[in-house]
């Protein structure tokens, strides 16, 4: 059997804004435009952590926005020592960060993702770990800059997070963007919003000694003898065109810091650009975690809000990791069933007093004698979910996280599991609806089962409550939400995780709590 735990509370901490230490920029170089957001928890116990245990590493790339990467709306792109890797992982993975790979294999040398959920702001956090600086353009990032230790040894901290020198961010800043305009499909991608980097720009320059900077340029990439000043002109100002060409010359400068070749990084560029614009047609994300896939399915009553719960979990996850949604109570048509399917659409057409093919009436339940046209009807619904499980498994194998509204029960309520017990077999009217109901009871007893079932749950009274605030056309069905509260408030869900979940409350509560749960099962 499976197990069960109650959710009381939603556990949300409430962390102080962080000081702002000496190293902080000049207050009119500072972009306040989203100050009013509030650091993660889990992301400043993560610099926090870093600190206390010595870990060399800093946040190396735009920290213009660093309030928002705070707060979760931006990435946390961080330099971390090769030494120190295994301290690292091992303090992230205690913060709450879950290792994620690239479903379609594009990942870079000596980078890693990891995300955690924030229950402060309910989203995830996306790490992006840098053992080595790979950088370039975007799709392929085709040069190595071995200046790691360098880099790291010029560090001070702001906002509580250890960030470059700004002289040393300058530097790798107009190399990062000049190398950008040496490829076709980069430029077109980093000229698409230009102006942010222009602004960046600003921000650098505000805070640097650019003779500083053009003396660390010249140290760490002596092949580059373009003057540093003519570089900053050309990406503060210059065109498409002269950005393009001064692109061309640093590339070429730097031809011996490539850690792949042209034609390869080419292939590289064209599969991943393939690869991303192909998950975004199928509204797929590339990253899964680490440890694989899983089923998680939203139960209860109708009234409790599982479509609006599901929705809003696979939107927040979907954010990041590949996720997917299902709904177990509709399995699409299958071979088998489609032909029945028009005729079961059309029958509902017909006058309402011969039109229902649910689970007939109370009377006919409670003495289990069916028609065999509601039995093979219950068949057919079998076979279609066994056939949508056999997606969903295929999905999860493949690191899918599947979000369900409903999953099987194990026991005959008549609503997700088999509709027929020992006593309705008994009271057959045929050997052969006999068989039909053996067989549908056999396709429920060799479904897969979900890690995870979300149990919801609320008062009677709250559930027809919200039905009469639903906007149908038939308008609400207070005796069918009765019916229904009493058949799945007893539903059973054997060998899988049951976490119990009271909805009568606010909307924004019961998902932070839920979420919470749901990441902590997967």
């Known amino acids: ?197 222009r602004d960046e720009l600003s921000w650098l320059l505000q805070r640097s000694d650019v003779g500083e900077a053009a003396a660390l340029c010249d140290d760490w990439f002596p092949s580059v003898r373009i003057p540093f000043q003519q570089m900053i002109d050309c990406v503060a100002t210059g065109t498409v065109l002269s950005r393009v060409a001064l692109g061309m010359r640093v590339a070429w400068a730097l031809r011996d810091q490539r850690r792949i070749g042209h034609v390869a990084a080419g292939l590289s560029r064209m599969v991943r650009f393939g690869s991303k614009y192909a998950s975004r047609l199928r509204s797929r994300r590339n990253l899964s975690l680490l440890a694989g896939g899983a089923w998680i399915a939203l139960v209860g009553p109708k009234g409790t809000g599982k479509s609006t719960l599901s929705n809003l979990l696979a939107k927040r996850l979907g954010a990041k990791l590949d996720v997917k949604q299902s709904h177990f109570g509709k399995p699409p048509a299958t071979w088998l069933s489609f032909l029945p399917r028009l005729i079961a659409s059309a029958a509902r057409k017909a006058p309402s007093d011969e039109r229902r093919l649910d689970d007939e009436d109370s009377e006919r339940r409670v003495e289990r004698q069916y028609s065999t046209k509601f039995v093979v009807s219950k068949l057919l619904v079998a076979f279609d979910r066994r056939q949508l499980l056999k997606r969903i498994m295929r999905d999860v194998s493949a690191g899918t996280i599947v979000i369900s509204d409903r999953c099987p029960v194990t026991n005959a309520t008549g609503m997700d599991g088999s509709a027929f017990d020992d006593l ?14 053996e067989r549908e009871r056999a396709i429920y007893r060799c479904l897969p089962r979900p890690r995870l079932v979300v149990k919801l749950s609320v008062p009677i009274e709250t559930a027809l409550k919200r039905d009469l605030a639903r906007s149908k056309p038939e308008g609400p069905l207070p005796n069918a939400i009765k019916r229904r509260w009493a058949l799945e408030s007893e539903s059973e869900f054997a060998r899988s995780t049951v976490c119990l979940f009271d909805t009568d409350r606010e909307l924004d509560e019961t998902f932070r709590a839920i979420a919470a749960r749901v990441w902590q099962s997967i």
């Open 424 to 437: 309705a077999l008994t009271r057959a009217r045929s050997p052969f609806q006999r068989w039909l109901m």
């Open 1 to 197: 059997m499976g197990h069960s735990e109650r959710v009381t509370s939603d556990g949300v901490s409430d962390e102080g804004a962080v000081d702002q230490d000496t190293g902080a920029p000049p207050a009119a170089a500072i972009d306040n435009s989203k100050d009013h957001l509030r650091p993660s928890a889990v992301g400043l116990t993560l610099f926090a952590q870093l600190e206390r245990e010595g870990i060399r590493y800093c946040h190396w790339k735009s920290n213009i926005r660093l309030g928002e990467t705070l707060g979760g709306l931006q990435d946390i792109d961080l330099l971390v020592h090769p030494e120190d890797a295994h301290a690292f992982q091992r303090i992230i993975n205690e913060c709450g960060f879950k290792l994620t790979v690239s479903r379609m294999g594009t990942g870079h040398p000596g980078v890693f993702h990891a995300v955690a959920w924030d229950q402060d702001s309910g989203r995830l956090l996306d790490l992006h770990a840098y053992h080595q600086l790979v950088s370039g353009d975007s799709y392929v990032k085709s040069y190595r800059f071995a200046v790691e230790e360098e880099f790291l040894s010029r560090t001070s901290s702001w906002m509580g997070v250890r960030i470059p020198e700004p002289a040393a961010e300058l530097v790798l800043f107009v190399l990062r963007m000049l190398l950008k305009h040496s490829s076709m499909v980069e430029i077109r991608k980093v000229n698409g919003h230009y102006g942010e980097c």
